[in-house]
């Protein structure tokens, strides 16, 4: 809380006229607050009605945050005007746009003018008046999670219900909602997907569900799992909640337990209840809200899309790793010969050190490969012998030392006759053999 | 309000609309949210250019990152779904697993390079 203060705000309240219609402007008051750690936006509200604009339509009731009647969007945040302390927005002024907005104004040496408030009706909801939503629709989502509990066993006494409790403990505070509709207008899913129930009676529905005496268990559970699938876990409804409640939470808690009632086999489904149609009313809002949908041509378009979109993807990745996990297995069945050299350059009665080159293929990845092979040829005809450089051993690259008339490799000592047999040191097994054929006079090597 | 009533509505405000605070009051869960998709359509593209540019350092280095946070975040949700942490946690999961993760992405870049 920042120290009280006497000072001059300019408040920016949304203004609609039903008799004009269009798309409702703001309007700007001025106002002297004295002390703003004990000024509600509520109380800003009020005294601009009774002292500047008698037309301003704005709903409360209970003034203690009890009620839920005055919520609204207050400087971009849902929150209920009566639990709003004017200081409570100065505090949140020190952003950039903030900041931005004070050194445009032009009293910047009175520091508490021109840091205004803006105050604007709850998103989602049809707009009656000004600051004042229908909050129809809220309610018929509502009654979706079938908010009243129904025991399974009729008691005569009183259910006891310890405080530490299980359930009692996961179900915590979450019963303390008052509908003020905060989790909705945060919430950019209800937007997106009409059949959507919204935060506040999913959180309804899972207070009840999380209770074991719930006698209308898979009946409820039947009604709002569809929707829980619509939450994306952005925390907004978390955030705005003004009973602090965590309605991503009571989501959650719902699919938990759809899934763990599937998982232990128990989970029966109830019988398919097809949800009422929802009646069209006479009254405006509900086609309002029909109007504001994209409509289905649109829909389906995207939806097509997605799947679309979805499936190109799915098939590239899947291509691509298939490609690269099973190509090499696939190629290694296909044996390549290799042409080493001319016959006439490989010395008689010497072994010749000869380059193989080849071009090897791994998934997508092409490299040219480089390695040397040792030919040995006794005699001037074509019984040559090919052996590979490299060591048995560990794989190190052995060479033909002419004067000790032996295959040696420099790493561990290895060393082997001129047949290729092990002579000394750790190699555990004779130098490996190419395959070779020789074609119009050219030595070929078999690559496997 | 009775069914004759002809007063007409204001279609419902959108979020966001009219709002000049919203962006600057837009919560870092959403932020989250909204990165851990486009990550995710990064990683489709890196891992086609990773899959034909074998090798290549930047496209490693890349890849690992968007890997890594787009992975830090999933785990995040899935932490909260299954109520393994409080809820009240939610933001500071952000930080930490995101934290662990560039942590981690500087222990396997010095390993391998």
């Known amino acids: 809380?920042?120290?009280?203060?006497?000072?001059?705000?300019?408040?920016?309240?949304?203004?609609?006229?039903?008799?004009?219609?269009?798309?409702?402007?703001?309007?700007?008051?001025?106002?002297?607050?004295?002390?703003?750690?004990?000024?509600?936006?509520?109380?800003?509200?009020?005294?601009?009605?009774?002292?500047?604009?008698?037309?301003?339509?704005?709903?409360?009731?209970?003034?203690?945050?009890?009620?839920?009647?005055?919520?609204?969007?207050?400087?971009?945040?849902?929150?209920?005007?009566?639990?709003?302390?004017?200081?409570?927005?100065?505090?949140?002024?020190?952003?950039?746009?903030?900041?931005?907005?004070?050194?445009?104004?032009?009293?910047?040496?009175?520091?508490?003018?021109?840091?205004?408030?803006?105050?604007?009706?709850?998103?989602?909801?049809?707009?009656v008046r000004d600051l004042v939503v229908d909050m129809e629709p809220f309610f018929d989502k509502f009654e979706k999670s079938i908010p009243y509990f129904e025991p399974a066993e009729h008691m005569e006494e009183p259910a006891v219900i310890?405080?530490?409790?299980?359930?009692?403990?996961?179900?915590?505070?979450?019963?303390?909602?008052?509908?003020?509709?905060?989790?909705?207008?945060?919430?950019?899913?209800?937007?997106?997907?009409?059949?959507?129930?919204?935060?506040?009676?999913l959180n309804r529905a899972f207070t009840l569900l999380a209770d074991s005496r719930d006698g209308l268990h898979d009946l409820r559970m039947n009604q709002v799992l569809d929707s829980c699938y619509n939450c994306r876990t952005e925390f907004?409804?978390?955030?705005?909640?003004?009973?602090?409640?965590?309605?991503?939470?009571?989501?959650?808690?719902?699919?938990?337990?759809?899934?763990?009632?599937?998982?232990?086999?128990?989970?029966?489904?109830?019988?398919?209840?097809?949800?009422?149609?929802?009646?069209?009313?006479?009254?405006?809002?509900?086609?309002?809200?029909?109007?504001?949908?994209?409509?289905?041509?649109?829909?389906?378009?995207?939806?097509?899309?997605?799947?679309?979109?979805?499936?190109?993807?799915?098939?590239?990745?899947?291509?691509?790793?298939?490609?690269?996990?099973?190509?090499?297995?696939?190629?290694?069945?296909?044996?390549?010969?290799?042409?080493?050299?001319?016959?006439?350059?490989?010395?008689v009665g010497e072994v010749t050190t000869v380059t193989m080159e080849y071009e090897e293929t791994f998934g997508f990845h092409h490299s040219r490969q480089s390695k040397p092979v040792l030919v040995s040829r006794p005699a001037e005809d074509n019984n040559i012998v090919v052996y590979s450089s490299t060591c048995t051993h560990l794989g190190c690259t052995v060479s033909w030392d002419e004067n000790k008339r032996q295959y040696v490799c420099a790493c561990h000592g290895g060393a082997f006759d001129e047949h290729g047999n092990v002579v000394s040191g750790p190699p555990p097994r004779p130098l490996d053999r190419f395959v070779y054929k020789i074609e119009d006079e050219h030595l070929f090597v078999e690559l496997v | 309000m009775d069914s004759d009533n002809k007063l007409k509505y204001r279609n419902p405000l959108h979020w966001g609309e009219l709002d000049p605070h919203r962006k600057a009051g837009t919560h870092i869960g959403m932020w989250a949210w909204i990165w851990q998709r486009i990550s995710a359509i990064a990683i489709i593209f890196l891992i086609g250019l990773h899959m034909t540019l074998t090798y290549k350092p930047i496209i490693q280095l890349l890849l690992l990152i968007t890997l890594?946070?787009?992975?830090?975040?999933?785990?995040?949700?899935?932490?909260?779904?299954?109520?393994?942490?409080?809820?009240?946690?939610?933001?500071?999961?952000?930080?930490?697993?995101?934290?662990?993760?560039?942590?981690?992405?500087?222990?396997?870049?010095?390993?391998?390079?």
């Open chain 2, 68 to 113: 890594v946070f787009h992975a830090a975040l999933g785990l995040r949700v899935i932490l909260l779904d299954f109520n393994l942490v409080n809820v009240r946690y939610r933001n500071a999961l952000i930080a930490g697993l995101v934290g662990l993760g560039i942590a981690m992405i500087v222990i396997i870049w010095i390993r391998i390079y």
């Open chain 1, 236 to 347: 907004n409804c978390t955030e705005v909640c003004p009973k602090e409640i965590s309605p991503t939470r009571s989501i959650k808690y719902i699919q938990l337990l759809a899934a763990k009632k599937s998982l232990s086999g128990k989970g029966k489904r109830a019988p398919d209840i097809t949800p009422e149609p929802v009646e069209p009313t006479a009254v405006e809002p509900v086609s309002a809200v029909a109007n504001n949908l994209p409509n289905p041509d649109r829909r389906r378009f995207l939806k097509n899309l997605t799947f679309g979109l979805g499936t190109i993807s799915a098939a590239v990745v899947g291509g691509v790793a298939a490609t690269a996990a099973i190509g090499p297995a696939l190629e290694k069945g296909k044996n390549r010969w290799i042409r080493l050299s001319k016959l006439d350059s490989i010395a």
């Open chain 1, 1 to 127: 809380m920042s120290q009280s203060h006497m000072s001059t705000r300019l408040v920016r309240v949304f203004r609609y006229d039903p008799m004009i219609g269009g798309e409702g402007h703001f309007d700007e008051y001025t106002l002297e607050i004295e002390d703003d750690t004990n000024t509600t936006i509520l109380d800003v509200l009020i005294r601009i009605q009774k002292e500047q604009d008698p037309s301003l339509a704005f709903r409360y009731a209970c003034r203690v945050n009890m009620c839920g009647s005055c919520a609204m969007v207050i400087n971009g945040q849902e929150r209920l005007a009566c639990k709003t302390n004017v200081s409570d927005i100065c505090g949140e002024q020190n952003t950039t746009f903030h900041r931005k907005r004070v050194t445009a104004g032009n009293d910047t040496n009175d520091k508490s003018t021109g840091r205004e408030i803006t105050i604007r009706p709850l998103n989602h909801f049809p707009v």
């Open chain 1, 162 to 201: 310890a405080p530490d409790a299980r359930e009692r403990l996961d179900i915590g505070l979450a019963t303390e909602c008052i509908l003020c509709g905060c989790c909705v207008s945060s919430c950019t899913m209800v937007h997106y997907h009409d059949g959507y129930v919204g935060p506040a009676a």
